[in-house]
C-alpha cells in the first residue's frame, strides 16, 4: 500500500444504496484530487458499482481465476503455474482506465473446493495493485462475508451504509463487531441513506457507530437510473453528493 494511501471499505445490508455511496466517493474524490490515483474495486457479485460508475466491464478477477482453475481440473499443472505467473498482468489488463480513476471488478464470490491457494494469491495481487494507488475504494457485498473472510483485511476507513431499518442498523452493527476483531482500520462510521424524512432520525439507533451523515431519499438518483446516467454527473445539490460529502468530511478524506 502506498504511504498515507488511504482505502475506504463501504459495507452494508443489501438494497440500503450501499453503491451508490460507493460511486458517489469514488466522484467526489476525482473531483477534490484530480492529481492523484484513484481505483474503484467492485468487490460485490452483483457488479452494480460499474454501471453506476459508467463503465463497461470485460474481464473480471474471477474470470483470471476460472481460467487458472480449470487448467489445473484439466491436470496440467505447468500451464497453471504459468499462469499463475502471469496473474498480475492479467488483472492490470482487466484494469479499466478513465479520466479521473480506475476500475476493477472482482466478480463472482468464491467457490467452495480446493483453490484456496489460488484465491489468496490473487488476493495478494489485488493487495499489489492497490500499492500503486493514493485512494482506494471498495464497494463491498452485502453481509458481512468478506470481513468473515478477511477479504477487507486493511483498509483505513470502514463506512457502513444503513437504512432507517432496524435490520440495517442491526447488520452494520453486526459487520463492526465482527471488524473490531478481524480487520485493521483507523476510522469508522456510518452513513443512514435513503430515509423517508427527517422524523425517522430519533428512532434510529447505531449502537456505539457514530453516524457521518443522514441523507433523505434523493429523486435525483431515481431518474438517474431510469435514463441510464452515471452517478459521476449527478448534480452537487443532490441529496447523496451532499450527504456523502458530509460523511468524507467527518471522517477527513476530503
Known amino acids: 500500500m502506498k504511504e498515507n494511501a488511504k482505502i475506504i471499505a463501504v459495507a452494508g445490508k443489501g438494497g440500503v444504496g450501499k453503491t451508490s455511496v460507493s460511486a458517489t466517493i469514488v466522484k467526489l474524490l476525482t473531483e477534490k484530487y484530480p492529481d492523484k490515483k484513484i481505483l474503484a474495486i467492485d468487490a460485490d457479485p ?17 474470470d483470471i481465476r476460472k481460467e487458472i482453475v480449470s487448467t489445473v481440473e484439466d491436470g496440467d499443472t505447468k500451464a497453471a503455474i504459468e499462469l499463475l505467473g502471469d496473474a498480475r498482468y492479467k488483472i492490470f489488463d482487466a484494469l479499466v482506465e478513465t479520466d479521473g480513476f480506475a476500475f476493477i471488478a472482482v466478480g463472482r464470490p468464491e467457490s467452495a473446493g480446493c483453490y484456496c491457494k489460488i484465491n489468496s494469491y490473487l488476493k495478494e495481487v489485488i493487495s499489489l495493485l492497490s500499492e500503486e494507488f493514493d485512494y482506494v475504494v471498495i464497494d463491498g457485498e452485502a453481509g458481512i462475508e468478506q470481513i468473515n473472510r478477511r477479504v477487507m483485511e486493511k483498509v483505513t476507513h ?32 456510518a452513513i443512514l441513506n435513503r430515509l423517508p424524512s427527517e422524523d425517522v432520525i430519533p428512532y434510529i439507533d447505531t449502537g456505539d457507530i457514530p ?10 438518483l431515481a431518474v438517474y437510473d431510469i435514463e441510464g446516467k452515471n452517478i459521476m ?22
Not at 46 to 62: H, K, M, R, Y
Not at 233 to 254: F, T, W, Y
Open 211 to 220: 453516524v457521518l451523515a443522514y441523507i433523505l431519499s434523493d429523486p435525483n
Open 158 to 189: 470502514l463506512l457502513l451504509v444503513s437504512d432507517a431499518s432496524k435490520k440495517g442498523t442491526h447488520v452494520i452493527e453486526t459487520i463492526k463487531s465482527v471488524a473490531d476483531e478481524l480487520v485493521m482500520y483507523e476510522k469508522i462510521g
Open 46 to 62: 452483483a457488479v452494480g458499482l460499474s454501471t453506476a460508475l459508467g463503465i463497461n466491464v470485460q474481464t473480471t478477477i474471477d
Open 233 to 254: 454527473q449527478l448534480p452537487d445539490d443532490s441529496n447523496i453528493v451532499k450527504g456523502v460529502a458530509e460523511a468524507l468530511r467527518k471522517m477527513e478524506i476530503i
